[in-house]
């Protein structure tokens, strides 16, 4: 069996006295899409935070390659090639597509002006940001400096998914990226999302929308109580199965036995 | 929705354009949407047309010695709403500004005229107390977490009690700067510019809006503070270091009373302890009328240079009309709130 790409083991994040995450462990291998679910509060967040550098568990160990890392900020995650779409999306709403998507990766102009005024290379930012677009069928969207508030739910969670496939070499998490979006727009961030696995990034999706899990996951970690209770195959399981293991209603074979 | 060609996202990359719908606007809404992406136009507007209101009720308003009059009132307050600007686009607000810049006149007077230093040394330093005034403010609101409305409601007492300390309270005069240390008044220097007379202070203001139009538009540094001051949580997840953008907004601001205070100098003649004491609220003004959005991260930074000319247009036909002070501030009072106004509603645009 491959190595995992991502692994975690035993990581531990209490606040005060609510243990968020209780010696939960993960795996992503490469290539593949895993789907985290879990009911509300059973410590989803805190595990993907933890994996994307939002926060610092205080025990327990993250691996990438196999190597040890640990993450001070998402900024540390985002060059360890972790790129995470949050629910929020995280976008500027009166920032052009552009400058949203090369937030805090500004691409500088290498000459003079450049070099000693931090002048943007603006027309090679637009170029790429219209490229990545366009690489996932994105763009339908007119202006690549029209400001984000102007596009739909689904464009902008397009050009937050655009973003960070863009720069997300190793990982790309997906927190609940169809939560807010119509059924029409649903399905074409399912569509992007098996667009970029096609590319050989793996994906990590929270998911709360069970149908959305099981038609593009391809193994679903399944997280109860701060821990990771099984990971189970789609194929082999139902989704009432999954949603009877996530609350408790059921015990999965696999940890009865 | 559910029957119009969807415009998100399309199989086919190469496929042409989208088209939103756009016959069903009505002109309201056309407006609306022409305003909320080039915001400056508001204040532009309403420049020419008071321009205009006042070229004709009194026809010496057009002369060129008239408007370079105005720009030369402006250019003090205008120069400090540059710094009020940034702070204003970070979603803060900074009422110590004017006390910083009667502070630093103070400090650079004191340091040339009472202690002999050297006056290019004096204002270096007196620009670097600037710097500190906005370190401390920054300091406060990004290490504290205060707001930043209490933390420089707290600088403005205790930058005026400084002020008042280092000044004695007394007045460096006309004269004695002459004799003393007359590159402090270099900023009140005329020249003529066919039948213009401006000031050096003029062309500050105009420089001081050049270069923050280049950071705030041209360098990474213009596209986080606006970031940080649209949504700091966003820009915190995109990977921007939201604290030290906010710092390094107020220490530039700071930086910038530094120069309005040098350039003050110029302007008033003699450095005053007591001078310049609606500065705060007039830079204010200024911004808000120039169209920058109080919630932060929205507006031109050539908008508060538009806002501080609108209030000078305004006071000056006023006063050529004859009408009494009064209806300057009352003119002053609505302009404000009408700013306001456009841009709540702006801001309500619907995509």
Known sequence: MTEPLLSARNLVKRYGRVTAMDHADFDLYPGEILAVIGDNGAGKSSLIKALSGAVRPDEGEIRLDGK????????DARKAGIETVYQTLALSPALSISDNMFMGREIVRKNFMGKFFGMLDKPAMDSF?????SELGLMTIQNISQPVETLSGGQRQGVAVARAAAFGSRVIILDEPTAALGVKESRRVLDLIQDVRSRGIPIVLISHNMPHVFEVADRIHIHRLGKRLCVINPKEHSMSDAVAYMTGAKVPDEVAA | ????????????????????????????????????????????????LSLIAFGMIS???????????????????????????????????????????????????????NFGIPVPIAIVIGLACGAGTGALNG?????????????????????????????????????????????????GTRFNLGGAVLTYGVILMIIVFAVLYYALYKTAWGRRVYAVGDDPESAALAGIQTKKVLMSV??????????????????????????????????????????????GGRGSIL?????????????????LAGVDVLWQLFATGWLIIFAVAIDQWIRKVSS
């Open chain 1, 68 to 75: 040890p890392i640990s993450f001070d900020s998402p900024l």
């Open chain 1, 129 to 133: 940001a219209r490229e990545k677009l």
């Open chain 2, 1 to 48: 929705m559910s029957d119009s060609p969807d415009p998100v996202v399309q199989r086919n990359a190469g496929e042409t354009v989208a088209q939103f719908d756009h016959h069903s606007r009505s002109l309201l809404d056309r407006t609306q949407h022409f305003l909320h992406q080039y915001p400056t136009m508001v204040p532009v507007i309403v420049l020419v």
């Open chain 2, 59 to 113: 026809p010496n308003f057009f002369s060129a010695f008239n408007l370079s009059l105005i720009l030369q009132q402006v250019a003090v307050v205008g120069t400090l709403a540059a710094a009020q600007s940034l702070v204003i686009l970070t979603a803060g607000i900074d009422l110590s500004v004017g006390a910083v810049m009667v502070l630093i006149s103070v400090i650079m007077g004191n340091l040339a005229v």
């Open chain 2, 250 to 295: 107020y220490v530039v601001a700071g930086v910038i009373c530094g120069l309005a205070a040098w350039s003050s100098i110029g302007r008033v003649g003699s450095i005053s302890p007591t001078s310049f004491f609606e500065a705060n609220l007039e830079s204010i003004t200024a911004v808000v009328i120039g169209g920058i959005s109080l919630f």
């Open chain 2, 139 to 187: 300091l406060l609101v990004t290490r504290l977490k205060l707001p930043p409305f209490i933390t420089t409601l707290g600088t403005w007492n205790i930058f005026l009690a400084l002020n008042y300390y280092l000044s004695g309270r007394e007045t460096i005069r006309s004269q004695t700067l002459d004799a003393e240390a007359s590159l402090l008044k270099f900023f």
């Open chain 2, 303 to 319: 908008g508060p240079l538009i806002g501080a000319l609108i209030v000078g247009v305004f006071n000056s036909g006023l006063r």
